[in-house]
């Protein structure tokens, strides 16, 4: 099998020469999705040279078809040789493959957008060469921000399970903080990891042992309660939904710090929450290993112990995943949120705390997107393979950087931290 990719217009288009069997098939899929992920999202299939195609084939195209689909794009088979149409149209498969219709893009739902929201054009510009496109969501005011907990005893090793708050994590919620699920908060004491709340969504990294993410999802009725030792919890709706490009950058990656410089600039706000849904060139950031309930007064922080409470990502990796991250940053971090912010890195005097769940690629839909129902068909179909606590690593030489995106969606607001830790029972 010979694969030639050629871009038309606004297709991007790659030629098939040969048999698409069996042993050819994986090559095609690998063909596809290295044109979905540079950004691709009609791609056309020219079948002129190939002379046979079997179920192991069909498999494949429906594979993407269905990953294009849903990202609003669009698979199409041309140019199909006599043999090859006859097993498509006896397969039934041929409005799918041959004449498939674009998805039309979607609207924000009238209970999350003002009355026009749903017509107005996006703001586009660039920014170093990174594309932007800016829509609005709501005329809301700035979301409500509150510190849970006492960040500062972490470092001390004296956090406890027993005083974590349970945050209701209605659709409204945004959070970032130590975590677990529980009925009760003495149940997390030896489970308490990296967590975030988004959407209605919870995701948690579990510290007992098992090393893998767990979730829960609003339903219907059931909404998910996670218990946090510590964390930054904020309530409101997002302003803005801001999509970016990075391609023609002259790195062809976002920074996290770029991009939270460049959202603060766009709500013209010293503060922001966060939200975002991207496709990562490279992520960087810390996991616990063990609970900190567990310290007992030992810094988990203290060299050379800190290895048996904390790993580290040790390389910048071209991941390609798709990462939900969740978080705040302040220009000015006030008393109250000094404890849990850190540089975010070069791109913005900021400081933030963001926590990254990290998924298997697949291709977002462009466009106007529904938080939502984004993130619920996400975690629905996809099991996220780490949670971490997002870093700057900028050591002179050996420093690995920060989180590196490619492409993706941010929604954002402007935040208001008013609200003390003691106040948090009547707040949530």
């Not at 048999?19 to 992920?37: C, F, P, S």
């Not at 900190?292 to 790993?311: E, I, N």
């Not at 540089?343 to 106007?368: N, S």
Request: with cysteine; charged share 20%.
């Amino acid at each position: 099998m010979i694969i030639t990719p050629q871009s038309q217009g606004d297709s991007y288009v790659l030629k098939l020469q040969g048999r698409l069997d069996a042993n050819w098939a994986d090559l095609v899929g690998k063909a596809i999705e290295t044109a979905i992920r540079a950004g691709h999202h009609e791609v056309d299939l020219d079948f002129g040279e190939v002379s046979y195609i079997s179920s192991a084939g069909l498999r494949i195209l429906l594979k993407y078809y269905k990953q294009l689909k849903a990202a609003r794009g669009a698979l199409r088979v041309v140019r199909p040789t006599e043999p090859v149409l006859n097993v498509i149209r006896l397969s039934g498969l041929m409005e799918i493959l041959l004449n498939p219709t674009r998805q039309p893009p979607t609207t924000v739902p009238t209970s999350q957008a003002t009355p026009d929201a749903g017509q107005e054009e996006p703001r586009r510009w660039q920014r170093e060469g990174i594309d932007f496109e800016s829509y609005k969501l709501s005329s809301a005011g700035a979301l409500e921000g509150h510190v849970l907990g006492r960040p500062e005893a972490f470092s001390k090793g004296q956090l406890s399970a027993a005083d974590s708050r349970q945050v209701h994590c209605t659709e409204d919620i945004l959070a970032v903080g130590l975590g677990a699920f529980g009925h009760r908060p003495e149940d997390t004491e030896g489970r308490l990891g990296e967590s975030l709340v988004v959407a209605g969504v919870a995701v948690t990294l579990p510290t007992d042992g098992s090393s893998v993410p767990d979730y829960q999802v609003t339903e219907r009725e059931l909404v998910p309660d996670l218990n946090l030792a510590y964390g930054l919890v904020a309530r409101g709706t997002f302003s803005r939904l801001i999509r970016f490009e990075a391609r023609r950058g002259q790195r062809g990656v976002l920074s996290l710090g770029d991009l939270v410089e460049s959202v603060l600039q766009e709500l013209q706000s010293e503060s922001a929450g966060f939200a975002i849904l991207a496709e990562s060139a490279s992520v960087v950031g810390a996991m616990l290993k063990r609970s900190p309930a567990l310290a007992r007064g030992q810094s988990p922080l203290t060299f050379p112990t800190v290895r048996d409470w904390l790993t580290f990502t040790t390389e910048r990796a071209d991941e390609r995943n798709l990462v939900l991250i969740a978080g705040v940053s302040e220009r000015a971090p006030q008393q109250e949120t000094a404890h849990c912010l850190r540089a975010i890195g070069p791109g913005t005097r900021a400081q933030g705390h963001f926590h990254a769940a990290v998924f298997p690629y697949r291709p977002l839909p462009k466009g106007r997107l529904d938080l939502p129902e984004t993130v619920a068909s996400l975690v629905g179909t996809e099991s996220a393979q780490a949670v971490m606590h997002l870093l700057a690593d900028e050591r002179q030489f050996e420093g690995l950087g920060q989180t590196d995106l490619m492409r993706g969606a941010c929604w954002a607001g402007p935040l208001r931290m008013q609200v003390r830790a003691a106040q948090l029972n009547s707040a949530l």
